[in-house]
């Protein structure tokens, strides 16, 4: 720990659970170096775009697949 302090007593200073406050530091340190990409608001926004498009995209092919199968279902009586 930093400052020389353990886990133990920062655990308990902060009133945590010493296994949980392991598992947070475990995990900080195993992120990836570079997170940017993640928080950078102009990929958000055309990640965002992009799936506003595929979702389009996939409700028209729904609604053709549901015109289909009542159009055949007609037919087939």
Known sequence: ???????????????????TLNTGINQYHRKPASTSKAVNPQ???????ELRKENKRLKEE????????????????
């Open 1 to 19: 720990m930093e400052g020389g302090k353990s886990i133990a007593r920062t655990a308990r200073e902060l009133g945590v659970n010493e296994n």
């Open 43 to 49: 990929h958000l926004y055309d990640e965002l775009k």
């Open 62 to 77: 729904r609604d053709l697949l549901k015109k289909a199968a009542a159009y055949f279902a007609r037919e087939s009586e």
